[in-house]
Each structure stands twice: as C-alpha cells, then as structure tokens.
C-alpha cells in the first residue's frame, strides 16, 4: 500500500466579526489571529468589519473563531441547510460531515441520515454553491432544502431606535442648559433627572459595558471602555451627590452629560453605519448583477433551472431584457449587450454568434443562444468581485502607521485622563472639576476616526473605479499608482487595436505569392498570435488550401519552425532571420521601406543543414487606437514619461510612437528583455507602471511597481497585475493613476483630521476648556466626518467613461 503526500495548500478565510469600534479593537482581532500556529497573514477591516485569513491546511475556520471569540468579538455564521441523495448508512453521514468540515469557513456540519438532510453551520460567504461541490466531490447529490436566517427585517426594530429613544431621554435633561444661555433659569428635580438618565445609561448605553469589559478580560482598551467609563464617572458622581443631598440647596448634577455622550454616540455610530454602508455600494451593486435563475435548452424545451445547477456546455437562452446568467459564447442569435456595470462601457456593445458575453450583462433587443464557458467562482463577474473584495479587505502600507499609534492610543489616554483628575484635585481642590474635566477627556479621545480613515477610503476609491472598468488587485497597488513617474507601454493591443492584416506578402527569386502565403498559413494554423489571424483570414477569403505542418515549435519572442511538405520552414521576426543566418538580399530594401511605414515584418525562411535561404516576407499593418493620442497626451500633463516597449521591429515601433508623441522606444524585445528593462527604469529611481495584455506582457507586470493588465472584459489577467483595466482603452491607464491620487488624498485627509481631533481635543478637555457633552459632540462628528470625506470619491468620474457617455449612440 503507497501512501502519497500533497502539498500543503494555503487556505483564505474571510471572518465577519461583530464588536469592533475602532482601530485599537481591529488590531487586537489582528493580533489574536495572528498568534495561532499555522496563521500565515491576517488583515482586519474596520470599514467592513471583516478578517481576511490567510492560513496552512491545518487551521480551521472554527480555531479563528475560537481566538475572535477569545479575544472579546463575535464571528457572524449563518446556517443552510440541504438536501442529500445517495446517503445509505452512517458512514455516509461521517463521509458527508468530513467533505463538509473541509470547506474553508464551515464551522459545523450535522447530518441526519432519517431526513437525509445535512445542516452546515458557516462563516457568511460560504455559499451553497461551494457546499453542493464539496457533498459532490465525496460522492453524494445536494439539493436545496432551505436556509435559517436571523430575524427578518421585516419584524426587527429599525436600527436608527436608539438613537431616537435616547433623544427623548436625554432633551429633558439638556434643556436647562440650553434655557440659561438666554437667562432662563430653571432645573429638574434631582430624582427626575436620575430616572431619566439611567435607562440610558445602563439600558442603551449596554453595549458599551458589554465590549468595554471584553476589552479589559482581553487586557486590553477600546473606544467602548472609553466612553463606559467617562459616563460612569459623570453619572456616579451626580448619583453620589444627589443621594449626599440634605435638601438644602440642589448640587449641580451631570446626569444630562453621561445621557447626552452615550446618545451622542449611538448618533455618531448610527450614521457612520449608514456611511459605511454606502462605501461598500459597489460591491452590492456587482452582486446584484448575479441572475438566479437560467433557461437551459434541452431538447429544444427551456427549462428554468437554478444558476448554480448550469454546467459548462449547457446552452442557456437569455430573452431581450434579462440578464445573462452565464460567461459564454453566442451560438445564435443578434443582439446588442450592456456590459457598463462590468467593463464601465457606457454604450452597447454588438454580440452576434461566435462573440463572448459575460454573466451579469444585459440582453438588450435580441434572443441569444449561448454556450456556457464558465459558470460560479470561474465567471468574469465572480472574479471582479473578489478582485474588489481583496481590495477592500486589504491594508494599505500607510495604515501601518495608524496600526502603531493604536496601540497605544487608549492606555495613553486613560493616562491622561488620570493625570487630569490629579492635576485638577492638586491645582483647585475641586473634586467635581476635576472628573468632570477628566471625563470630557475619555470621551472626546475616540480613536474610531483613525480606524476608518484609511479603509473608508479604499473602499470607496476601489468601489467607484470598478464601476468605471477599473479593478484594482490590492491596496499597495492604489497607493503606489499615485506615486508612478514612468508608464512603459507594450504596442500590440494597447496602443493599437491588436488586428493587424496582411498588406503586403513579397518573394525573393521570383516565386510564387500563393505559394508563399500556404507555406506560412501551415506554420501559423495552430497559432493564436494576431499575426497568425491575420495570415489564417488572407488564406479563407482567397480559398487557399492548406498543407499540413509538422513538428511545428514555437520559438518565443521569435517566430514559429515546422515541417511543410518536407521542407524545413521558419517565419518570424527580424531576430529570427539574423539568429538564422538567412540573406534577405533585395527584400531589405522592400521591409526597410514597409517598416518606415509603421509595418510589421516576419520573415519565411527555409533552413537546409546548416544555411537558411530566404523565401520571402509578409508585411502587417495594425490601427493606432484613436484613445491612445488622448492618452498619452494626458499621461504627460500628469507630469509621467511614456516608454513603448515591443517585440515589433524598429520602423513600425517608432513610426508608432512617433505619431502618438511617446518619449522613448525599445524594439525587437523578448518577454525577458522587457522585465529586465522596467527593472532598469526602476534602478534610475523611477516609479515605474507597465501596462501590457497580461499574457506575454507578464514578467514586465511583475517586475514593474505596478502593472496595468488590458483586457477585454472576457480574459481578465488578474494574476500578473495590481490593476486590471476591463475595456482596452488606454485612457483608463491615466484615469488609475487620478483615483489613486484622489484617494490617497482622501486617505492623508481623513488621518489628517483624526489626529487634529485628537490633537486639538484632549489637551482642551484636559485643561477644563471642554464640557463632556461638546466632548462626546465633537467625537461622534470627528467619525462621521472622516466617512463622509471618503465617500465624496463616490463622485469622481475618469475621462475614458466621461469620454464614451459624450459619444453619439450608432444605430443598431
């Protein structure tokens, strides 16, 4: 009996997590995580309340629940129930609950083997999808028996009635304040004002003794300890004098400041979570996109089938007006496609048979027929989600630095705090004074807004450029795009349209064009090279015949060789031909010329023993995209210098550039020499962006401070780059580089007022210049206005989409 051993697979687990208030309770999460063997990185988003893990096999999602739990917080799961087929005994419940438990982010699973149906408890985003493939894998059918959700909206309260009870509570006890600022003394008797203040104290103020306490078993502080404590301190010390009152002369009491600091901060947190609900707009509005339901074609009857349940092959029709459920090609039918919600396209785009259509686009006139390609996890629009949740999750390099002030942040101000009571007790002798100034310092001290700052804006940044057909991998990639001095540009599908045809086919010693062009046709069937489409096109519209090839070899960066009817053949480019030997004799003069103007050149040579003799060359022509002069111009009012980088030969490279106004060209370049080359931009101390098709552009990509991968929309190369850009127009590449500026900005902003609060509060507080309740004001509004500072990125719109929505609509 053998035994093998696979590698050990890392695991991503994505915990929602309920509790957390601020930066110091983020970082606490970070680090209880962090401390489990096994864990190999752990990101915590306030803005989204969400734990990205990534850990060994060995970890579990329940050990991370566990150490969330341990730490004070709660892990959100949800529960789904289902079906299954097949089941015989009570190994098949241990088989089932086993494939179960191996999902990342299932914490439980039961099996009733009587109902035959499995309950899986699970990390919300664990899908039933992902749990159908698993029960699949281990051998058994899953269907849908049901989910248990939480209390519907329906009938739970509205989340804004806290806020709202506690303001009926707490005006009674501020209005006298309010009346003396016009001379109007009056004041509530002492009882009154105590059973006003404690139900809002103790009842709605709940939640902060709840988290403040986990924080101090965890050993630990957060924002919670710190308004539970200023609060106590102003209530305990009206309750101490109202019950040491003699009935001679009423004290001054300070109920109305621990009921106005505890409303004023369910206010503040009530509309920070209205706020931040609206920074994550972009990735409900993709997941919106998602249809439930597909006609699949069988036997040429529709049947309406669940989404999940469609597999490859499957032909799915899609009427005018739906959605399309699928990633897919066209197998018949006319229509026009609005894909603006997935590429920022602001126009329909044609679809015919033998055109890809993407999942989550609208079908816009015709009834389509299409064959489905890609379904679940593997669908473009799947993976833009997950693209944009990564980058949101992800922190950004300049969050470190809030990370290490947060770490510090509440047992520096709970020190403060005390040095306040004692500096006041010293200097006055005044016991109310001093705790109420020392109160007014824990509250107004609420490290929430430096919590937000950073990821507030991320997301809203990442969000409104995904609508636009920017999607950004990573938070490093948007901070270091705003830096970036140099772009280098591949030529092919870039800059231009990336479909060339054939222009010119030459032979050397009289031979025949026919001839020439079937010999090439037979080295470029096989390939997908645009070149290769171009040759293959020629030979159909003049109905060529083909002849086989053999041993066919393709030479990166070169060409292709093969054998054609016995005879050794090689095509490609000019380094081909001189790495060959071969003489080109006449034809040089021919291809200096076609390259002059702005052609691309590949050679045919037929190679005997040790010589290759020259059989002719094939001149290509491609289209400068007309976005690329916008681009370029605008990459250089950005201050960026331009550098094409491509395999073409020197003429078509510099007649290229030379048209479009590019600083710099490198030509006749391998996959490496491109990598080696952004390597060397960097080396002169350039922030260096590539953009490229993300296929043969891929070393570049890596090697660059930031890639830009053009695609189409349909063959997203997310892989190699930091940045995706889903329409191939090279404005888009400009327009990354402005969110990214945007949304620094927005970052260094919202940091920027975070710390001045801070900075500008606590010393005011401290010296008495501060009452709790303008304290517990100014720290509710110190979040609030952070949020609403990011979400102002909501309004940026890129010159590309702007651009395309100016564009007069063609006629179908």
Known sequence: MSTTFAPTVPLEFKLP???????????????ALQAL?????????LATEEASVRTSAGVGAEALADAVRKAGYEVRSHQIELEIKGMTCASCVGRVEKALLKVPGVLGASVNLATEKVTVTALAGVSFAVLAVAIDKAGYAAGVAGATSTASAATSLPQWWPVFVGTLLTLPLVLPMLLRLFGVEWELEGWVQLALATPVQFWLGARFYRAGWKAVKARSGNMDLLVALGTSAAYGLSAYLLWKYDGRGMPRLYFEASAAVVTLVLLGKWLESRAKRQTADAIRALNALRPTIARVLVDNVEVSTPVEQVVVGDIVVVRPGERIPVDGDVIYGRSHVNESLITGESLPV??????????????????????????????????????????????APIQRIVDRVSAIFVPAVLAVALLTFGGWLLYSGDGEQAVISAVAVLVIACPCALGLATPTAIMAGTGVAARQGILIKDAEALEVAHLVTVVAFDKTGTLTEGKPSLVAIEVADGGDRHDLLQLAAALQ?????????????RVGNQRLAVPPAHEALALPGRGVQAIVRGRHLLLGSTRLMNEAGADPGVLLTMAEQLEAEGRTISWLLERNENQARMLGLLAFGDTVKPASYAAIERLHELGIRTVMLTGDNQGSARAVARVL????????????DKAAIVQELRNEGNVVAMVGDGLN??????????GLSMSTGTDVAM???????????????ADSFDVSRRTYAKIKQGLFWAFAYNVLGVPLAALGMLSPVIAGAAMAFSSVSVVTNALMLRRWRGAAISASAARPIQGS
Request: hydrophobic content about 45%; aromatic content about 0%.
């Open 661 to 672: 106004g590019i600083d710099e060209v490198r030509a006749e370049l391998l996959p490496g």
């Open 525 to 537: 069937k096989t390939s997908d090279h645009p070149l290769a489409h171009a040759v293959m096109e």
């Open 17 to 31: 997590i309920e509790g957390m208030t601020c930066a110091t309770c983020a970082l606490r999460v970070e680090k």
């Open 37 to 45: 063997p096994g864990v190999e990185s752990t990101v915590v988003n």
């Open 697 to 706: 552009d891929a070393p570049s990509l890596v090697a660059a401070d930031v």
């Open 719 to 733: 892989e190699a780059a930091g940045i995706t850009l889903m329409r191939g127009d090279p404005r888009l590449v």
């Open 350 to 395: 044609a679809k015919a048979e033998g055109n890809k259509v993407t999942g989550g686009s609208v079908n816009e006139e015709g009834l389509l027929g299409i064959r489905t390609m890609a379904i679940g996890a593997e669908t473009t629009l799947a993976r833009i989600i997950r693209m944009v949740e990564s980058a949101q999750a992800a922190k």
